[in-house]
């Protein structure tokens, strides 16, 4: 065998070895930080809820229920996720948060063609044209389904409460990735 060969088999082998250490906890750090600023601006904020169509079923509410909601969704979601504890629930429940987060405020107002639809996949709207900015909760979405199907990995309250209360190597479900 190669020295290349080997030299790139022995990466290959520690990068699966750490593979369920640092994803998953640089995926929950980054999305615990924006999930908890998001959250913290609104504590410390006025409620901008009122102005807001949101979807169905989320429309019953009133604006302040859901100001509340989100709110507290968004700050114990990130100490969750910090954490590594109840993560799958806590990954549903922001991605459910993102998902009407999107109809309600990033979605655009008024589409008729692909082109337009694909106007609003951007960070910020800039140009005020009401094609919507779903850019940057859409990653989100995304970011989460590696903690949704894999866990919180090995670094996290999951991984350790499968160990000591389920006797198990791995996670709840998944053995290799961690709970």
């Given amino acids: 065998m190669s020295l290349v060969l080997r030299h790139y088999l022995a990466i290959v082998s520690w990068l699966e070895r750490i593979a369920p250490l640092l994803p998953p906890l ?12 998001s959250g913290y601006g609104k ?18 509410l009133p604006a302040s229920v859901s100001w509340q ?7 114990i979601g990130a100490a969750a996720l910090l954490l590594g504890f109840a993560t799958r629930f806590f990954t549903i429940s922001l991605m459910i948060l993102t998902v009407v987060a999107i109809g309600s405020v990033h979605w655009p107002e008024h589409w008729d063609t692909l082109g337009e639809l694909l106007k609003g996949y951007r960070i910020v709207d800039e140009d005020g044209d009401g094609f919507g900015n779903y850019k940057l909760p859409l990653i989100y979405l995304v970011m989460f389904l590696p903690l949704l199907f894999g866990g919180a990995g090995k670094l996290s309250l999951d ?14 479900i998944s053995t290799e990735t961690g709970a």
């Fill in 43 to 60: 504590i410390t904020g006025t409620n901008w809820f009122a102005d807001l169509t949101f979807p169905f079923p989320f429309n019953l």
């Fill in 159 to 172: 991984y350790l409460a499968a160990r000591r209360f389920l006797g198990r190597q791995g996670g709840m």
């Fill in 69 to 75: 909601i989100a709110t507290w969704f968004e700050l």
């Fill in 26 to 37: 640089a995926l929950r750090l980054i999305l615990a930080w924006e999930f908890g600023e």
